[in-house]
């Protein structure tokens, strides 16, 4: 069922994306210049501490399209590790309901819609379940799993909720090589377009929200700090990227784990 659910979500999504609102979208989008990651993130659906007080913070509204004109206010946070982007977006929601999410949008094919043809899409859905997604050509829905389609799941994350607020926390990797799924093929240095659309049955599950684009620009590696450069200095930095390298390793590990999971119940 709940897989049936999910299908009818992304189906929907998919309708929206191609809705002529989003041709109303503004152009001139503004940028957000994601920086270089310094503190280790915890994907448990939870903000803790300072992890993510490194990163590009960007208040936001979602617009849904229910018959209340319905918004909510949320938060985004982004960084990289010169592998990965990292992402957080805090959603306001006063009550927690289970299918709710979080999708990401990225402009794979050029063409200044994040959601158009060619295009990926990333997610979560709440309380526990990631997505990859690609938009194809291939009718009924024109859109599909990248794992069904030849392609590999490349997204970890969690989602949590508590104070009247959902907080989503994920990773992909900057270019997963999958272009079966339409991945992006970001690297450090580099500019994508994004779109942010969140939905939740307490609204209606056919009414969901946006929210203008955006264009990523994930700063170089390595990244200037202070007129040094992270990589040359030797002193306190150096435990911190230590352990940023071997949050690396776990996540890719994690990764692997994953996918040899998914192998061995095929
Ligand atoms: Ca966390
Ligand atoms: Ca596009
Ligand atoms: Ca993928
Ligand atoms: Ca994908």
Redesign the pocket.
Known sequence: MRRLKFTLIVALLILIAASPKLAFAPTGDPDIVVPRLLIPVTLDGAITGGEWSDAAVQPVTFYFDDPGNSTRSGTIYLKHDCVNLWLCIEIEDPTENTDEWIAVFYDVSGDNYPSSLGD???GVLHPDETF???IIPVPPDYYDN?TDIG?TK?IQGASGWAYETLTYEFVHPLNSG?HA???PTLEPGGTILAQFMAGDPEIGEKYYSWNIYYDLNITQCPTPVGGTIIQNKIGPLTPILATLTTTVAIVSSAIIIHKRRKTSKS
Request: hydrophobic fraction near 10%; charge should be negative.
């Open positions: 990926d899409q990333k990859d997604c690609a990248d392609g490349d999958d799924g339409n991945d």
